[in-house]
């Protein structure tokens, strides 16, 4: 595989060359990795790097956690049934919910459901965009136009009503749900990597394959997708708290995750019904669904100057 | 004789993540009323931001030291409102890409007018009128009509005659040409230094004309100055440097000037590749590409040295010669 | 321009009749009907309910006379709400939702592009970096959660003095009933037109005919408002589009937390109870007000950028 970098055409882009020791051998400058570059740029950014770490210890609580809980998110404790404060000798660690469910064991799931939708989702929105982008750029002429042009009408319709319309149709089914939402994300993805992949085309490299015999599918897997793989990973890493959002949007109004199970939308809309005698119903979930979206914008946004250097 | 505009010792650097660049390093130069002062280099040797500082537009990373007198007044450290005061109306530039220097949104006669509207208080009739004469002036056919077009409807030769119109509106003392002709093709360069030599012979100003042509400069200019690496180089008028060329840079760039009364594209090709700004080479910055390197010019930066007709250039083998 | 509208008009139409069709057919999919319930109905009756919405035809005879009924201004009978017919529910809906999008949008744009421009003027100050943050915020924490916070500050917590605001119903529109709603719906437009404003702002700076400007010796107010606004205008302009599909739905939270009589919050109750008329009828009229919004920016477009108009 080509580990070429990703080779900013703008006039005068490249011409400040980060790192004034590494430039001592002026020879080096042109074989350096970007990733590395890019990793390095990222270290830098506090903003981002604290909420990778986050993101990666919510994640592993989630996930881990449920199982050094004493409750179960569905289990019900027929001595408290309603709503109450933390309490250590109950195993409440959070209180409870007004069924007398275990509030922390709540959270936990909701946040399995978000980090799940997130992967998921937008993967199937990464295949598909990315599938349609690139064939679309490389193919160019009437299979682009046709492409675009879908693309184009689709963004032109409110696609969350088609996805609620989905989730009436195919009863709210969690598996469908993300099919649908990745559905819906791949849009921006395909429009991103066309447009990355129209500035590649005509690259020497591919250039080359191409005079070397490679056909049309080798070269749209073997050089435009790595190369394009910078851009996408700052999308992906920005798609994630959309569809996590979307999620929570969807439980939020009951259309979204079905009882018992539950998602931090369904929380908050929980919550909200008690927020008069129990505003931690309503305030951990939000601020645990607020905390993610944080750092996914954060370190999307870390990303993208790490791997863009106009910007800096 | 009295200069004009006298740049002296201007240094202008840019801060970037990467550390600290400078662009222009120790620049004097200066130009007197009717006169044209051609100022040539390779690409990114500072030539735009030298008069950049002058016009007061570097870029908010940029730090400038210094002075850069117009009569008495320091541009350099000016306010942006007294600067505001000579811009367009005592010194005005014409920018290397016409394409792109004109407002998209406005109309062609609103963008000539709004000059003399900032700055001699004339109403929008006179505005237009004198925006009408201009453009006739600038030979521009059908003028009348191009004052209600906007930018895109002209070709790319217009635009630049609608550039060198709109510095011309207040009849400056001093304007600054950055590369007019490098954005157009060959015809319409000949047709827009024509207008510049009629401009330069009618209005009197003093005219700095940027480029990397030195065949445009043999056309126009009466002096010339060479930049390297953000430095002046050599210096001195049109004859000598063309008949004498001490610098091995100017003489590589002349050399790739095939016939000097003859406008052409010249491309500048001398061995080797054109200078790290962040990362000079020792001693003189031409010294990796100078085919008569010896061990001083690696050790040691020659100074810009005058020399008995005027002429000056920073060279130790130049000044070798001259001492002997 | 005409011809550039016109060409506009000829995509908006087939747009809008594909959705129609997908929304049609995808509801007519649906396993099982809008009259199961709990306790199944005896089938005679079932058949009668059928017969009398139509359900019993073919499907093309169906989706045919539905285009005919649209056609009129008629989108069916509601299946739950039985007494009503989808326009009249849209026709009581509607003005509710468009009164509170059209003042949350026009509060988004008057306090977003002046603290954009703002930002941008000022970039890299603090109070840059504040106004930013604040827009981050504004742009990350989703309606559904400020809503609620929104409803517990004022409704509860402040419940007992002049801060207090009405966290539940409509109240036939009178004021104090809509400020939570306009503002739970305005704060991401805010942010959103802040950020996009700023970001266009500081990048027509940077171009050429802006310094051109400067070098005239303008004033820099002057340089701003003249040469620079207009242009920087243009992607604020492009972001109304996308900004009414999610006008549409932040109509469905905050009608749903605020309990407000609108379409949104009808589209919810409709997706819930599989009211299949209801739901479609919605989707249809929010299709359209897309579509339609689409062309007004358009138009807008044409307007700010001359090259547009020649094309
Ligand atoms: N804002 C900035 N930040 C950092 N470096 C800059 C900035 N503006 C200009 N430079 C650098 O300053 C150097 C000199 O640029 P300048 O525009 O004066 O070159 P030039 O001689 O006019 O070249 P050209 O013939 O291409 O116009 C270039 O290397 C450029 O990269
Ligand atoms: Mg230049």
């Given at each position: 595989?080509?580990?070429?970098?990703?080779?900013?055409?703008?006039?005068?882009?490249?011409?400040?060359?980060?790192?004034?020791?590494?430039?001592?051998?002026?020879?080096?400058?042109?074989?350096?990795?970007?990733?590395?570059?890019?990793?390095?740029?990222?270290?830098?950014?506090?903003?981002?790097?604290?909420?990778?770490?986050?993101?990666?210890?919510?994640?592993?609580?989630?996930?881990?956690?449920?199982?050094?809980?004493?409750?179960?998110?569905?289990?019900?404790?027929?001595?408290?049934?309603?709503?109450?404060?933390?309490?250590?000798?109950?195993?409440?660690?959070?209180?409870?919910?007004?069924?007398?469910?275990?509030?922390?064991?709540?959270?936990?799931?909701?946040?399995?459901?978000?980090?799940?939708?997130?992967?998921?989702?937008?993967?199937?929105?990464?295949?598909?965009?990315?599938?349609?982008?690139?064939?679309?750029?490389?193919?160019?002429g009437r299979v682009d136009q046709v492409l675009m042009r879908f693309v184009d009408v689709?963004?032109?319709?409110?696609?969350?009503?088609?996805?609620?319309?989905?989730?009436?149709?195919?009863?709210?089914?969690?598996?469908?749900?993300?099919?649908?939402?990745?559905?819906?994300?791949?849009?921006?993805?395909?429009?991103?990597?066309?447009?990355?992949?129209?500035?590649?085309?005509?690259?020497?490299?591919?250039?080359?394959?191409?005079?070397?015999?490679?056909?049309?599918?080798?070269?749209?897997?073997?050089?435009?997708?790595?190369?394009?793989?910078?851009?996408?990973?700052?999308?992906?890493?920005?798609?994630?708290?959309?569809?996590?959002?979307?999620?929570?949007?969807?439980?939020?109004?009951?259309?979204?995750?079905?009882?018992?199970?539950?998602?931090?939308?369904?929380?908050?809309?929980?919550?909200?019904?008690?927020?008069?005698?129990?505003?931690?119903?309503?305030?951990?979930?939000?601020?645990?669904?607020?905390?993610?979206?944080?750092?996914?914008?954060?370190?999307?946004?870390?990303?993208?100057?790490?791997?863009?250097?106009?910007?800096? | 004789?009295?200069?004009?505009?006298?740049?002296?010792?201007?240094?202008?650097?840019?801060?970037?993540?990467?550390?600290?660049?400078?662009?222009?390093?120790?620049?004097?130069?200066?130009?007197?009323?009717?006169?044209?002062?051609?100022?040539?280099?390779?690409?990114?040797?500072?030539?735009?931001?030298?008069?950049?500082?002058?016009?007061?537009?570097?870029?908010?990373?940029?730090?400038?030291?210094?002075?850069?007198?117009?009569?008495?007044?320091?541009?350099?450290?000016?306010?942006?409102?007294?600067?505001?005061?000579?811009?367009?109306?005592?010194?005005?530039?014409?920018?290397?890409?016409?394409?792109?220097?004109?407002?998209?949104?406005?109309?062609?006669?609103?963008?000539?007018?709004?000059?003399?509207?900032?700055?001699?208080?004339?109403?929008?009739?006179?505005?237009?009128?004198?925006?009408?004469?201009?453009?006739?002036?600038?030979?521009?056919?059908?003028?009348?009509?191009?004052?209600?077009?906007?930018?895109?409807?002209?070709?790319?030769?217009?635009?630049?005659?609608?550039?060198?119109?709109?510095?011309?509106?207040?009849?400056?003392?001093?304007?600054?040409?950055?590369?007019?002709?490098?954005?157009?093709?060959?015809?319409?360069?000949?047709?827009?230094?024509?207008?510049?030599?009629?401009?330069?012979?009618?209005?009197?100003?003093?005219?700095?004309?940027?480029?990397?042509?030195?065949?445009?400069?043999?056309?126009?200019?009466?002096?010339?100055?060479?930049?390297?690496?953000?430095?002046?180089?050599?210096?001195?008028?049109?004859?000598?440097?063309?008949?004498?060329?001490?610098?091995?840079?100017?003489?590589?760039?002349?050399?790739?000037?095939?016939?000097?009364?003859?406008?052409?594209?010249?491309?500048?090709?001398?061995?080797?590749?054109?200078?790290?700004?962040?990362?000079?080479?020792?001693?003189?910055?031409?010294?990796?590409?100078?085919?008569?390197?010896?061990?001083?010019?690696?050790?040691?930066?020659?100074?810009?040295?005058?020399?008995?007709?005027?002429?000056?250039?920073?060279?130790?083998?130049?000044?070798?010669?001259?001492?002997? | 321009?005409?011809?550039?509208?016109?060409?506009?008009?000829?995509?908006?139409?087939?747009?809008?009749?594909?959705?129609?069709?997908?929304?049609?057919?995808?509801?007519?999919?649906?396993?099982?009907?809008?009259?199961?319930?709990?306790?199944?109905?005896?089938?005679?009756?079932?058949?009668?309910?059928?017969?009398?919405?139509?359900?019993?035809?073919?499907?093309?005879?169906?989706?045919?006379?539905?285009?005919?009924?649209?056609?009129?201004?008629?989108?069916?009978?509601?299946?739950?709400?039985?007494?009503?017919?989808?326009?009249?529910?849209?026709?009581?809906?509607?003005?509710?939702?468009?009164?509170?999008?059209?003042?949350?949008?026009?509060?988004?744009?008057?306090?977003?592009?002046?603290?954009?421009?703002?930002?941008?003027?000022?970039?890299?100050?603090?109070?840059?970096?504040?106004?930013?943050?604040?827009?981050?915020?504004?742009?990350?924490?989703?309606?559904?959660?400020?809503?609620?916070?929104?409803?517990?500050?004022?409704?509860?917590?402040?419940?007992?003095?002049?801060?207090?605001?009405?966290?539940?119903?409509?109240?036939?529109?009178?004021?104090?009933?809509?400020?939570?709603?306009?503002?739970?719906?305005?704060?991401?437009?805010?942010?959103?037109?802040?950020?996009?404003?700023?970001?266009?702002?500081?990048?027509?700076?940077?171009?050429?005919?802006?310094?051109?400007?400067?070098?005239?010796?303008?004033?820099?107010?002057?340089?701003?408002?003249?040469?620079?606004?207009?242009?920087?205008?243009?992607?604020?302009?492009?972001?109304?589009?996308?900004?009414?599909?999610?006008?549409?739905?932040?109509?469905?939270?905050?009608?749903?937390?605020f309990g407000l009589p609108g379409i949104g919050r009808y589209f919810v109750q409709g997706?819930?109870?599989?009211?299949?008329?209801?739901?479609?009828?919605?989707?249809?009229?929010?299709?359209?007000?897309?579509?339609?919004?689409?062309?007004?920016?358009?138009?807008?477009?044409?307007?700010?950028?001359?090259?547009?108009?020649?094309?």
């Amino acid at each position: 595989m080509s580990d070429a970098p990703i080779r900013d055409s703008r006039p005068g882009a490249n011409l400040s060359v980060p790192n004034a020791a590494a430039l001592d051998k002026a020879a080096d400058v042109e074989g350096r990795s970007l990733w590395q570059d890019a990793f390095r740029r990222l270290q830098a950014n506090r903003a981002a790097m604290i909420s990778a770490i986050v993101l990666i210890v919510m994640a592993f609580v989630c996930f881990v956690g449920p199982v050094l809980v004493p409750w179960s998110y569905e289990e019900i404790d027929w001595d408290i049934l309603e709503a109450t404060p933390p309490n250590f000798d109950t195993g409440h660690y959070l209180g409870t919910d007004s069924l007398g469910r275990d509030l922390l064991a709540r959270i936990l799931q909701g946040g399995q459901v978000s980090f799940l939708v997130g992967i998921l989702a937008t993967s199937v929105a990464l295949v598909i965009g990315v599938t349609v982008g690139a064939t679309a750029g490389f193919m160019g002429g009437r299979v682009d136009q046709v492409l675009m042009r879908f693309v184009d009408v689709m963004y032109a319709v409110p696609l969350m009503f088609f996805i609620i319309i989905l989730m009436v149709v195919f009863g709210r089914n969690f598996y469908l749900m993300f099919l649908a939402i990745g559905f819906v994300e791949w849009l921006t993805m395909s429009r991103i990597v066309r447009g990355q992949t129209l500035t590649l085309k005509n690259k020497e490299f591919i250039e080359a394959a191409r005079a070397s015999g490679g056909s049309t599918a080798s070269i749209i897997a073997r050089h435009i997708i790595p190369n394009v793989l910078g851009v996408v990973i700052v999308y992906v890493t920005l798609t994630i708290p959309q569809v996590i959002l979307l999620e929570s949007f969807l439980s939020f109004l009951g259309l979204g995750v079905q009882p018992p199970m539950t998602s931090w939308g369904a929380l908050i809309a929980e919550g909200a019904q008690e927020m008069e005698i129990t505003p931690r119903t309503l305030i951990l979930p939000a601020v645990c669904l607020s905390t993610t979206l944080f750092c996914f914008n954060f370190l999307g946004d870390g990303l993208r100057d790490a791997l863009d250097p106009k910007d800096r | 004789m009295t200069s004009v505009l006298e740049i002296d010792k201007l240094t202008v650097s840019f801060s970037t993540p990467d550390g600290a660049v400078e662009a222009v390093t120790d620049v004097s130069l200066s130009v007197e009323a009717g006169e044209c002062l051609g100022l040539v280099g390779e690409s990114g040797s500072g030539k735009s931001q030298t008069f950049m500082a002058a016009m007061g537009l570097l870029a908010d990373n940029a730090t400038a030291n210094g002075h850069i007198r117009l009569d008495s007044m320091d541009l350099l450290s000016a306010s942006e409102k007294k600067l505001n005061t000579v811009r367009g109306e005592r010194i005005a530039m014409i920018f290397q890409d016409p394409m792109t220097s004109l407002t998209p949104h406005m109309k062609i006669g609103r963008q000539l007018a709004e000059v003399l509207i900032e700055h001699q208080g004339v109403d929008k009739e006179t505005g237009r009128r004198r925006s009408r004469e201009m453009l006739d002036r600038v030979h521009i056919p059908e003028a009348e009509r191009r004052l209600d077009m906007y930018p895109h409807e002209l070709s790319g030769g217009l635009r630049q005659r609608v550039m060198i119109a709109m510095a011309l509106m207040c009849e400056p003392e001093v304007i600054i040409a950055d590369e007019p002709t490098t954005a157009l093709d060959v015809t319409v360069q000949a047709q827009i230094l024509d207008l510049l030599t009629e401009v330069k012979d009618d209005l009197g100003a003093a005219i700095v004309l940027i480029t990397h042509d030195l065949g445009v400069v043999a056309g126009l200019a009466d002096r010339v100055a060479v930049m390297y690496a953000g430095r002046i180089v050599e210096q001195g008028t049109v004859a000598d440097i063309f008949a004498a060329p001490t610098h091995p840079y100017t003489q590589g760039l002349l050399a790739c000037t095939p016939r000097l009364d003859v406008e052409t594209e010249a491309l500048v090709t001398i061995a080797g590749q054109p200078p790290n700004l962040q990362n000079l080479p020792s001693g003189c910055s031409f010294h990796p590409r100078c085919p008569h390197v010896f061990d001083r010019c690696k050790a040691e930066r020659p100074s810009l040295e005058n020399l008995s007709n005027g002429q000056a250039k920073a060279c130790f083998r130049a000044a070798q010669e001259a001492a002997e | 321009m005409w011809a550039y509208f016109t060409r506009r008009l000829f995509i908006a139409i087939p747009t809008l009749w594909v959705v129609i069709t997908v929304a049609f057919f995808l509801m007519r999919l649906a396993p099982g009907g809008p009259f199961d319930q709990e306790a199944p109905l005896p089938p005679e009756i079932m058949a009668n309910l059928k017969a009398a919405y139509g359900l019993d035809q073919p499907l093309w005879w169906q989706y045919v006379n539905y285009l005919g009924n649209l056609l009129q201004g008629d989108f069916g009978p509601s299946f739950k709400y039985k007494d009503f017919s989808v326009t009249e529910l849209i026709g009581q809906g509607f003005p509710v939702s468009i009164q509170n999008g059209a003042a949350a949008l026009f509060i988004a744009v008057l306090i977003g592009i002046p603290l954009g421009a703002m930002a941008a003027l000022r970039q890299n100050s603090g109070a840059d970096h504040a106004a930013m943050t604040v827009a981050m915020t504004g742009i990350v924490i989703p309606n559904f959660v400020v809503g609620p916070l929104l409803a517990l500050i004022f409704g509860i917590w402040l419940r007992d003095t002049m801060f207090a605001l009405p966290v539940a119903g409509w109240n036939n529109g009178a004021l104090p009933n809509r400020i939570l709603p306009v503002i739970c719906l305005a704060l991401p437009f805010i942010a959103y037109i802040a950020r996009i404003t700023r970001a266009s702002l500081i990048e027509t700076l940077r171009t050429n005919y802006v310094r051109t400007a400067r070098a005239k010796g303008l004033p820099f107010r002057m340089v701003v408002l003249r040469h620079a606004f207009k242009s920087a205008m243009i992607p604020v302009v492009t972001y109304l589009g996308p900004a009414t599909v999610f006008l549409l739905t932040g109509s469905m939270v905050i009608e749903t937390i605020f309990g407000l009589p609108g379409i949104g919050r009808y589209f919810v109750q409709g997706a819930l109870n599989r009211d299949y008329t209801l739901v479609m009828g919605v989707t249809i009229l929010a299709a359209s007000l897309v579509i339609f919004l689409n062309l007004l920016v358009d138009m807008a477009y044409a307007w700010l950028d001359p090259k547009v108009r020649y094309e």
